[in-house]
Every structure is written in structure tokens, then in C-alpha cells.
């Protein structure tokens, strides 16, 4: 089945510095992938749609330039929480949809649990 | 603007017994996907189950069904004979079938126990 990597799998940071995050679809390309954050006890709430060569697509109040997404190949996108701070901890989700399948469902990543000290 | 609303924060099922999570949904588009994902404590989003708008037929995946109601927008999820490793979040999803258009917009979730 299809399957996707997200990593690391779990990170922790000091105030101030950058993290990124890794989403790689492993046995199919990707021309989109999308960017979930999820709080404790709390639902998927997408952050941003990241395109295959081209800027990703951000949802209303999530900040361009704190969240920074690259989708430079078919197979891989990258989130990167710039200057991350206390209130940046949170579970990030990537998921993939297959290139050329527009009926077929996302596949998750399975997560990073980020926490900034 | 598309909604999903999960109107049960928690539910509970005896071991072997059926148990049915609600999920209504709002939008203005006649041709779209709904989806139930399960999330066990891993974290990992699972697929359940997922209905096109356009077939009227219900879909199901062994023990897991679903009652699709077009005109009331409404998505249930029914598992039965439930297992111990059905415990998770049930999160219903939305997705438009509008091309360019492929996010999912989540319900809140339902946490499912089940009881021994």
C-alpha cells in the first residue's frame, strides 16, 4: 500500500531555533501534499497545501513566513517552523495524494511531535 | 465554506456490541468524498471507510458500515461486533470532488472506549 514517511518523529528544541520537517511519499509521487497541526484532545487542522514546484497554499491565519513548506520533488515536502517558540508545540501531519488519482484517499505520515523548551 | 460536525465528544461500546458515531456536514456541492479515519493513541491516521456522494449505496469494510443520508447530510459510522482495538478517535472528513480542490476539512472527533 501506499505509504508515507514523516520525520523526525519526534523533536525537541531549544526557544529560537528552526525545525524541520520531512514528508517523503516512499512508492508513489506526490504532486500535492498537505500539512496538518493537531493539538492535544483537538482535531487535524490544515495548515497549508504544498505543491509540486510551486508556493504552497496557505490556510487563512497560519503564517507564511513562520511556516515555511518547499515541495521541490514528486516525493518529497518539507515543513520548517522558523524561530519556534513554546506556543509552536504541537503534533504536525503531512499526508500525500498520488499524482494522477484525484478519487483515490490522502495517506497520513505519521507524525512529529514537536516541542519547543 | 464547507462544515463537519461531530456531535458526540466520546462514546462507549461493550466488547462485541455495535456501536454507531454521528457526523453531519454542510456544503452546497452535489459531488464530493466523506471519509472516517481512525486514530489510535499511535497517532498514525488510519482509513476506516470513505462514500462518493454520487453512489447511493452505503459502504462497508467488514465490520464497519456506513449510513449515507444525501438530502440530510448526514454520515454515520456503525462498527460492529466492536473489539478492544477499536479504541480510538473517529475523526469524520469531508472532501471536495472540485478539481484543483483535494483538502480535507475534519469533524472534531469522537473517542470511542471500548469496554471488556
Known amino acids: 500500500g501506499a505509504v508515507v514517511s514523516q520525520h523526525p518523529s519526534w523533536v525537541i528544541c531549544k526557544s529560537g531555533t528552526s525545525v524541520k520537517i520531512e514528508c517523503r511519499s516512499l512508492d508513489f509521487q506526490a504532486t500535492t501534499m498537505f500539512w496538518y497541526r493537531q493539538f492535544p484532545k483537538q482535531s487535524l487542522m490544515l495548515m497549508a497545501t504544498?505543491?509540486?514546484?510551486?508556493?504552497?497554499?496557505?490556510e487563512q491565519g497560519v503564517e507564511k513566513d513562520k511556516f515555511l513548506i518547499n515541495h521541490a520533488s514528486l516525493t518529497l515536502s518539507t515543513l520548517t517552523v522558523t524561530s519556534a517558540h513554546p506556543e509552536d508545540s504541537s503534533f504536525y501531519i503531512c499526508?500525500?495524494?498520488?499524482?494522477?488519482?484525484?478519487?483515490?484517499?490522502?495517506?497520513f505520515g505519521d507524525g512529529t511531535r514537536l516541542s519547543i523548551l | 465554506a464547507q462544515t463537519v460536525t461531530q456531535s458526540q465528544p466520546e462514546m462507549s461500546v461493550q466488547e462485541a456490541e455495535t456501536v454507531t458515531l454521528s457526523c453531519t456536514y454542510d456544503t452546497s456541492e452535489s459531488d464530493y468524498y466523506l471519509f472516517w479515519y481512525k486514530q489510535p493513541p499511535s497517532r498514525q491516521m488510519i482509513l476506516v471507510i470513505r462514500?462518493?456522494?454520487?453512489?447511493?449505496q452505503n459502504a462497508t469494510e467488514n465490520r464497519f458500515s456506513v449510513n449515507f443520508q444525501k438530502a440530510a447530510k448526514s454520515f454515520s459510522l456503525k462498527i460492529s461486533d466492536s473489539q478492544l482495538g477499536d479504541a480510538a478517535m473517529y475523526f469524520c472528513a469531508y472532501r471536495s470532488h472540485t478539481s484543483g480542490t483535494y483538502k480535507y476539512i475534519f469533524g472534531t472527533g469522537t473517542r470511542l472506549k471500548v469496554l471488556a
Open positions: 504544498s505543491n509540486e514546484g510551486s508556493k504552497a497554499t496557505y
Open positions: 462514500q462518493e456522494a454520487y453512489k447511493q
Open positions: 499526508s500525500a495524494r498520488p499524482a494522477g488519482q484525484i478519487n483515490q484517499p490522502q495517506h
